[in-house]
């Protein structure tokens, strides 16, 4: 095996192995925003079910008492920020994912790029199909 080889193969291992780094931290950077979406939708129903007219939340390192209308409205927009990180890193992953394997020589990942139908597309199936 000749230098040149020898580099251009230790290039596309090293490429390989950034990308892998990247993919792996998307995914627990993934594992922790799902974490904190599930404890945030978990204060959001217990103060659902609160009869309080205030609430304390913790914002930051602090903890205020605060309107329990104003603490569900501030839940409700951290719930869609999460949400929006968390799409954005899958997105990204779907791009990692796909050079990665561009990289190891395989075909991309199949069934990363689905959407789900749209409501016209949905009644349209089923009015014509009975059993939905």
């Known amino acids: 095996m000749s230098q040149t080889e020898l580099n251009k193969s230790i290039e596309i291992i090293t490429k390989t192995e950034e990308l892998a780094d990247k993919i792996m931290a998307n995914k627990q950077e993934l594992m922790v925003m799902d974490k904190r979406r599930q404890e945030t939708r978990e204060a959001m129903r217990l103060m659902e079910k609160s009869e309080d007219k205030k609430v304390w939340i913790t914002i930051g390192s602090m903890l205020v008492k605060m309107e329990r209308q104003k603490a569900l409205d501030l839940l ?10 968390i799409n954005m890193i899958y997105s990204d992953q779907k791009v990692l994912v796909n050079k990665h394997r561009d990289l190891e020589f395989k075909s991309p990942f199949l069934g990363t790029h689905l959407k789900p139908l749209e ?12 059993l939905l």
């Open 119 to 130: 409501k016209k597309e949905f009644d349209a199936l089923k009015a014509n199909l009975p």
């Open 76 to 85: 409700k927009k951290d719930q869609q920020q999460i949400e929006q990180q």
